[in-house]
């Protein structure tokens, strides 16, 4: 990230939703649909934010399923031209500081066991892989569960 530069996090806006879904679109098919996210957003078990840059665009955003003190990642998400440049990592840093608030104990994803950058970004910020899951994609693909520790994490 550069230096000096200050950057939004906070729920997203209907307008921010629109930003989400371009970056959405870079990345995934419409398992999750636009549709979805946008009940997503009206429904208070599921927690969405977004990351802005000075400009206030959309660079990246996070959303998932809260259920008693666990959390669900579903995605996770940077916008092309900024990857790289731990954007994606102080996301989910602003998003382990609110999970106190949030009562928010553990956070569990499924990760495609192709997705070496998106396994590399979970391992790097302290997940531990607890098991395969077969097939758990429509096309076939198997996938890892990852979990991590909130306190451990932000004792990190
Ligand atoms: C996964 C993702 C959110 C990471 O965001 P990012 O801002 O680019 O990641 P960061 O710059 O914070 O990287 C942190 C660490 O993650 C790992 N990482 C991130 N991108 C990587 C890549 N392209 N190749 C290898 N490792 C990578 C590295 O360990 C990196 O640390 P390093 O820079 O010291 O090597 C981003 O790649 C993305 O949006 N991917 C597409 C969507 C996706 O697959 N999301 C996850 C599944 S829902």
Do not use: W
């Not at 609110?98 to 979970?122: H, M, P, R």
């Amino acid at each position: 990230m550069e230096t000096g530069v200050y950057y939004y996090y906070h729920a997203p806006s209907e307008f921010d939703l629109k930003e989400l879904d371009i970056i959405r679109k870079q990345y995934f098919d419409e398992s999750i649909s636009y549709d979805d996210i946008c009940h997503y957003a009206n429904d208070s078990r599921y927690v969405i934010r977004i990351l802005k840059n000075e400009q206030r665009a959309v660079v990246g955003y996070l959303f998932g399923i809260k259920s008693l003190d666990e959390f669900e990642l579903y995605q996770i998400a940077v916008k092309k031209q900024y990857l790289k440049n731990k954007i994606g990592t102080y996301l989910f840093e602003q998003f382990l500081k609110e999970c106190n608030k949030l009562f928010i104990k553990s956070i569990f994803l499924e990760v495609d066991v192709n997705n070496i950058n998106a396994i590399n970004f979970y391992e790097k910020l302290g997940f531990q892989k607890l098991f395969l899951r077969k097939q758990y994609y429509s096309n076939g693909d198997d996938c890892y569960v990852y979990k991590i520790e909130v306190k451990e994490a932000y004792d990190r």
